[in-house]
T-cell receptor, first 111, second 119 residues
Framework: NAGVTQTPKFRVLKTGQSMTLLCAQDMNHEYMYWYRQDPGMGLRLIHYSVGEGTTAKGEVPDGYNVSRLKKQNFLLGLESAAPSQTSVYFC??????????FGQGTRLTVV | AQTVTQSQPEMSVQEAETVTLSCTYDTSESNYYLFWYKQPPSRQMILVIRQEAYKQQNATENRFSVNFQKAAKSFSLKISDSQLGDTAMYFCAFMKQRRGETSGSRLTFGEGTQLTVNP
């Protein structure tokens, strides 16, 4: 049982480049989330989805876009990467009234 | 909006001793969940324990237990018989218990407490 899988695990981007992070879950969960983790700031919610075809903004959505065309996948896009987006990104999923299950994280560095 | 506060950025404890990590939260909701997650150096987020607000009994999982004070909006984690493998960042998290409402779907985290267990 794979659970939540994030691709890639590491990436280095140049300022202005674009990329997409993929999150895939095989637990048939309705809710999916993208967080970023920065030292001393915990996990901050970027965007989330409550079901296929739906997305919503979290605390820090600027500079990111998301899509959930299939229930099992939640994509996070950076259209024009900035050094301020250097962070560790986590995807999570859950079903109603259960805890969230997390991917292994993606370390992104923007130079 | 809900907020979660962990006022202890770092803590340390000797192996085999007991340590308590603090967490407070702010909400107007009456039905919700609280969680403690552990993040070891591997970076993986691991659920330690969960508490449902309507349950008065404090949750326990082996060496981990919570002190849930609903009126005070406090949710502390006690680790007994600390082990070297308990060294990790610990996050407190809050989630509303409500269906059919997008704003009720967020999982809100505190800033984290770095726990070091010394031999």
């Amino acid at each position: 049982n794979a659970g939540v899988t994030q691709t890639p695990k590491f990436r280095v981007l140049k300022t202005g480049q674009s990329m997409t992070l993929l999150c895939a879950q095989d637990m048939n969960h309705e809710y999916m989330y993208w967080y970023r983790q920065d030292p001393g700031m915990g996990l901050r919610l970027i965007h989330y989805s409550v079901g296929e075809g739906t997305t919503a903004k979290g605390e820090v959505p600027d500079g990111y876009n998301v899509s959930r065309l299939k229930k099992q996948n939640f994509l996070l896009g950076l259209e024009s990467a900035a050094p301020s987006q250097t962070s560790v990104y986590f995807c999570a999923s859950r079903t109603i009234n259960t805890e969230a299950f997390f991917g292994q994280g993606t370390r992104l560095t923007v130079v | 909006a809900q907020t979660v506060t962990q006022s202890q950025p770092e803590m340390s404890v000797q192996e085999a001793e007991t340590v308590t990590l603090s967490c407070t939260y702010d909400t107007s909701e009456s039905n919700y969940y609280l969680f403690w997650y552990k993040q070891p150096p591997s970076r993986q987020m691991i659920l330690v324990i969960r508490q449902e607000a309507y349950k008065q009994q404090n949750a326990t999982e082996n060496r981990f237990s919570v002190n849930f004070q609903k009126a005070a909006k406090s949710f502390s984690l006690k680790i007994s018989d600390s082990q070297l493998g308990d060294t990790a960042m610990y996050f407190c998290a809050f989630m509303k218990q409500r269906r059919g409402e997008t704003s009720g779907s967020r999982l809100t985290f505190g800033e984290g407490t770095q726990l070091t267990v010394n031999p």
